[in-house]
């Protein structure tokens, strides 16, 4: 009885709060056989905490996943899953595919799929989540290069990194700034860096909307 107890305190405690500026959320998740199925499923849930900070709603924030190992595929798009047990069950039933690290096939299909549907003045958020580097095929294109459809089109990536394999500096090329790179050393530990992790996302989002209000009233005033 007490583990229990003690056990149902401590996730309490490490629950960060909501994020009350609505989001269009991304998830580009890793599926490699690198990972592991038991990692695969600590990140499954991880995904679904994140999104419980956002509050996934109909008129308020929107999650989407993209799955990656040899290819990149679509498994949600914003819009589709509005309700949070919906959105848990469909993390849940994502495969384990086993495959390579193609990061760059991910990064691209997010841009020209996921984000083409994303609202107009709505943060944009992209969150990578990776075991290890991005693999050196015949075809693959460098990071900074395949994440720069997003970037120009207004979408903020952060870069989650777990486990030994990671390289901080690889995973520095998709985002804006140090800041935006988080590297845990196994699941376990980026559930303790979760709040840290989903208040910088909140902040991100916060950021844009503030400078989308500005940009709506420069606009005005300039009309006036």
Do not use: W
């Not at 199925?37 to 499954?44: A, E, I, P």
């Not at 900070?53 to 008129?59: C, E, K, R, Y």
């Not at 140090?178 to 709040?195: G, Y």
């Amino acid at each position: 009885m007490a583990t229990t107890s003690l056990t149902c305190c401590l996730s309490f405690s490490l629950a960060p709060p909501p994020c009350s500026t609505p989001v269009d959320l991304a998830f580009i998740i890793d599926s490699s056989g690198s990972i592991g199925r038991t990692n695969y499923k600590k990140q499954k849930n991880f995904v679904k905490e994140v999104a419980k900070t956002f509050g996934l709603s109909p008129n308020g924030s929107r999650a989407a996943m993209v799955l990656y190992s040899n290819s990149a595929s679509v498994k949600a798009r914003f819009g589709q899953y509005t309700d949070p047990k919906e959105f848990d069950g469909a993390v849940d039933s994502l495969p384990y595919e086993r495959g390579l690290t193609r990061i760059d096939k991910a990064l691209e299909l997010t841009a020209s799929d996921i984000f083409a549907q994303s609202r107009s003045g709505v943060p944009k958020i992209a969150m990578l989540i990776t075991d290890g580097t991005q693999t050196a095929a015949a075809d693959a294109k460098g990071l900074k290069e395949a994440s720069e459809p997003l970037r120009q089109a207004g979408v903020r990536v952060l870069a989650v990194g777990v486990g030994k394999g990671v390289d901080r500096e690889e995973l520095r090329l998709v985002t804006e700034s140090d800041e935006d790179v988080v590297v845990a050393a196994d699941f376990e530990d980026l559930l303790l860096k979760l709040s840290n992790l989903t208040s910088q996302a909140c902040r991100l989002a916060g950021k844009h909307h503030q400078k989308s209000v500005r940009s709506t009233c420069g606009l005005r005033a300039a009309g006036a």
